[in-house]
T-cell receptor
Framework: DAGVTQSPTHLIKTRGQQVTLRCSPK?????VSWYQQALGQGPQFIFQYYEEEERQRGNFPDRFSGHQFPNYSSELNVNALLLGDSALYLCASSLAGQEGTGELFFGEGSRLTVL | TQLLEQSPQFLSIQEGENLTVYCNSS?????LQWYRQEPGEGPVLLVT?????EVKKLKRLTFQFGDARKDSSLHITAAQPGDTGLYLC???????????FGSGTQLTVLP
């Protein structure tokens, strides 16, 4: 049973560029959440996708956008990259309605470095 | 904005010692979870607590949810080097579907 898979694992971009990160949820899961984790900090919620729509959003600018596909996989896009966007981007999958009581399964993350 | 504060931020102890990590908030949470994260990996769920005053045990780990559901603690007995990692508490409340994470406690257990 495949867990949550993310790609790429590492990438380097320069300021002003755009990046797309990809996530495949755990088999059977229908909800995908994205988190940003700066070095030495806890993850911060970016947004959550369910039924191909953004269902909830954290305190992140519009430069951060996403998409969920019919097969439940998801993409996170970040435009006009800033140095401060350097972080580990985590994708987590779950079953709808189990937030907070069910388990969030996290991928290993995509480490983004912006130069 | 709901905040979860964890303390201590860093903890380095010898194998066999006991330790307690704290997670505090001014907000009430409907549930609280503890995760452990190792370098290069995503967080892995350890436990979920939902009832005020609830105590759960997982081998040498004991988790407690405060009576008012605003705080939680994680106690590790006889720590081992394999317990090394970043311990994160995370809570949900009301209609919010996302987890709010604390800043984490980086635990190092020295052999």
């Amino acid at each position: 049973d495949a867990g949550v898979t993310q790609s790429p694992t590492h990438l380097i971009k320069t300021r002003g560029q755009q990046v797309t990160l990809r996530c495949s949820p755990k088999s059977g899961h229908d909800t995908v959440s994205w988190y940003q984790q700066a070095l030495g900090q806890g993850p911060q919620f970016i947004f959550q996708y369910y039924e191909e729509e953004e269902r909830q959003r954290g305190n992140f600018p519009d430069r951060f956008s996403g998409h969920q596909f019919p097969n439940y996989s998801s993409e996170l896009n970040v435009n006009a990259l800033l140095l401060g966007d350097s972080a580990l981007y985590l994708c987590a999958s779950s079953l709808a309605g189990q937030e907070g009581t069910g388990e969030l399964f996290f991928g290993e993350g995509s480490r983004l470095t912006v130069l | 904005t709901q905040l979860l504060e964890q303390s201590p931020q860093f903890l380095s102890i010898q194998e066999g010692e006991n330790l307690t990590v704290y997670c505090n908030s001014s907000s009430v949470f409907s549930s609280l979870q503890w995760y452990r994260q190792e370098p290069g990996e995503g967080p892995v769920l350890l436990v979920t607590v939902v009832t005020g005053g609830e105590v759960k045990k997982l081998k040498r780990l004991t988790f407690q949810f405060g009576d008012a559901r605003k705080d939680s603690s994680l106690h590790i007995t006889a720590a081992q080097p394999g317990d090394t990692g970043l311990y994160l508490c995370a809570g949900t409340s009301g209609s919010a579907r996302q987890l709010t994470f604390g800043s984490g406690t980086q635990l190092t257990v020295l052999p």
